[in-house]
């Protein structure tokens, strides 16, 4: 046997083997990469959320998950509207300015919302990420002041809002409830994690 006959069988096995192994590690490579990709459930968590609205009434609130994060949806009844106003004084930042959780433009209001019956909210405190409770009633409560016009009070540590989620004066919260991004579909279907911006 002649060297130019062995090397051409050696040649032969070399490419034959090496792309056996290119299209091996083809095999293996896909699946690696495509675990960099999010899985449908994270996609989803971070999805908008479309919620219907249309059986809340006046004075009722409803909670429904978006980011992991509770998000409420208070119904004020028209009363509960007008008194809004009426404690600004009491308040830390009722003009909704402080940028640490950037208010939307369309809720930089009195009401802080769209609509000023409707009212949504991110339910965990601005102070240590406890989720206040509903005090939804005015008067005196416990652990309320005698003149209370219905709001949230986080039992953590007494931080309390009133029913646009701003933060009282003189608390352990330093901002205000988050306003998510949020848009009306229609008057009864309303889409969190999105809005026209």
């Known amino acids: 046997m002649s060297n130019s006959t062995v090397d051409a069988s050696k040649r032969t096995w070399l490419i034959a083997s090496g792309c056996a192994g290119a299209v091996g590690a083809g095999f293996v490579a896909v699946p690696f990469v495509s675990s960099f990709q999010p899985s449908e459930r994270a996609k989803a968590a971070g999805a908008p959320v479309e919620v219907d609205i249309s059986a809340l009434r006046p004075g009722e609130k409803m909670t429904v998950e978006w980011r992991g994060k509770p998000v409420w949806i208070l119904r004020r009844t028209p009363e509960q509207v007008a008194a809004l106003p009426k404690i600004d004084n009491q308040l830390a930042d009722p003009k909704s300015e402080r940028t640490a959780y950037p208010t939307p433009e369309y809720a930089k209001n009195e009401a802080r919302s769209i609509k000023p019956e409707f009212f949504v909210a991110v339910g965990i405190c601005s102070h240590l990420g406890c989720s206040p409770t509903d005090k939804l009633a005015a008067g005196p409560q ?37 306003v998510p991004p949020h848009m009306y579909l229609s008057d009864t279907r309303l889409l969190i994690g999105e809005d026209k911006a």
Do not use: I, M
């Not at 652990?143 to 009133?162: A, E, K, V």
């Open 142 to 178: 416990p652990s309320l002041p005698d003149d209370w016009q219905g709001g949230f009070l986080c039992p953590c540590h007494g931080s309390t809002f009133d029913l646009a989620g701003r933060v009282y004066k003189n608390k352990p919260a330093p901002d205000n409830l988050e």
